[in-house]
């Protein structure tokens, strides 16, 4: 996405190889036009999906999760992180270790609002090491809705979690894919072609 | 606001005379609709006056700030809840107490997005004992940004929210405010009608 890639090139802070800050206009102050154009995106890679619920994760993930609900004009559940490692019977949960905090917390989505029948696109922020969304694709496989696919808005290319995800069969996409970083420099992918397949 | 009193009739889990559960279409699971709807009506109620940031409270809060960020057409900038109490020379913070987890956190908002010359609106899901909002607006004090006043969806009027922010000369506007409440009983004030002033 075109428009994003510049954002993030003229105010995106690249902190090391590793770490892009982007809370000048993504998760922490918001441009809200931006985040708009931002979910009808996320919600367009998967356009010819039927989809009834967006999913994501609090709390970065719920500008983008409302963004596309609305592109969707469907709802949005999003997981909530819990330190207590507490089952409960009304809630799906899932286990999930972050490796920039060094701890592990229990992402947890009430089974009242997830079941068979949903048609689930899951968004988020980043897609890097995958924890966090690896945790939300065993939570909509539990509760036995269909898992359409994953959308994020930046992925760490060099980072294992698009692997992850493909490892669990889940169509993956981002709107932004860097492959390599630095301060003062950064690359991104070529956007993908998509790829009719020519045999039946 | 009727259509919001409707839902809140209809889908609040009233579990005590304090405790209302709106997590099936506000606060876990998210009705985008009616999520843009409130955001419309959290801005109109401040239509009079020029507002360029929203400011709300992670995570809950997010989704109001979005809508109302959309309604105004600005930017919404969401403050961080943080444990540990480290001071930092970039970010306004401000001490919150949770009555209801019984513990101090930390808000904070990086100076880079708040200061002279921002007219902020104050929005959240809740105004109940205010604490939360208390912080915000002291954080919007201290960046020398003008409070244009709060703007919350849900206040529970019994409790002692609203009297700490007037006293603190802070306009507050709600969208539904609950003035008694029991396991399946729930009783909305009245509509305020607007008072002209009559004397100059």
Do not use: W
């Not at 619920?53 to 609305?70: D, P, R």
Request: overall charge negative; charged content about 20%.
């Amino acid at each position: 996405m075109r428009m994003l890639e510049d954002r993030i090139r003229e105010q995106g802070l690249i902190l090391s190889d590793t770490v892009l800050k982007v809370d000048s206009f993504l998760n922490h102050q918001v441009d809200t036009a931006l985040a708009l154009e931002i979910g009808k995106e996320l919600a367009g890679r998967f356009a010819d999906k039927p989809i009834t619920k967006v999913l994501t994760i609090e709390a970065s993930g719920i500008q983008f999760a409302m963004a596309a609900g609305i592109a969707l004009n469907v709802p949005f559940v999003y997981a909530k992180k819990k330190k207590a490692i507490t089952q409960s019977e009304q809630a799906y949960s899932a286990s999930v270790h972050s490796f920039t905090k060094q701890e592990t917390y229990q992402v947890t989505v009430s089974k009242s609002y997830l079941g068979p029948g949903d048609k689930v696109l899951i968004v988020d922020d980043f897609l890097a090491t995958g924890a966090a969304l690896v945790g939300l694709v065993q939570i909509v496989n539990e509760s036995g809705a269909e898992l359409v696919g994953v959308s994020c808005v930046i992925e760490k290319g060099f980072q294992e979690g698009r692997g992850l995800l493909e490892q669990m069969n889940v169509s993956v996409q981002s709107l932004a894919t860097i492959t390599r970083m630095a301060p003062g420099e950064i690359e991104f992918a070529e956007p993908v072609k998509e790829l009719v397949e020519e045999t039946v």
